[in-house]
């Protein structure tokens, strides 16, 4: 083999690496006062925390989380289920299919699930009773600051 050709093949080797490991990292972005951290997987489910600085200053749910799996949000009122290692966060969907923080469990719990997030190795998110999907914890724990977003409740 040539050594032109080795060079490509490593280099087309790094380049399918970084692609994978870019669109399945934990990613932050930021506008008009909202911070999302997400994070989706080669299906394209998508896993989100969306905060919003200033509704969390002026009393509203600041901060929720968002679950795409298969192409479909959650029901309202429906079971959502996190595993982060072996620690399973039995989560509701609000009525606008969101994970809200707006009671003093759901703050309660958004905290410790930040953490866990924080440190965990593996993570799946089960809507009702659909199979789970895997998300990857890359990044996370340089992504998501030591401090999670302000809930919505004032408790």
Known sequence: ???MRALALVGAFVLLSAGTASAQAWTTESAQGITEYRVDDAQGDEFTISCDVEASKNGGDGTAILVTIGGKDPE???AVKVVLDSETFAL???QASM???DCAA?????????????TAKTMSVQLGKTPPASFSLDGA??????TPCKTGFNG
């Open 1 to 3: 083999m040539s050594a």
């Open 76 to 78: 309202p009122g429906s």
């Open 92 to 94: 509701q969907a609000n």
């Open 99 to 101: 994970i809200g923080t």
């Open 106 to 118: 759901c703050s309660e719990r958004f905290k410790t699930l930040w953490a866990k997030l924080r």
């Open 141 to 146: 724990s340089t992504v998501l600051p030591a």
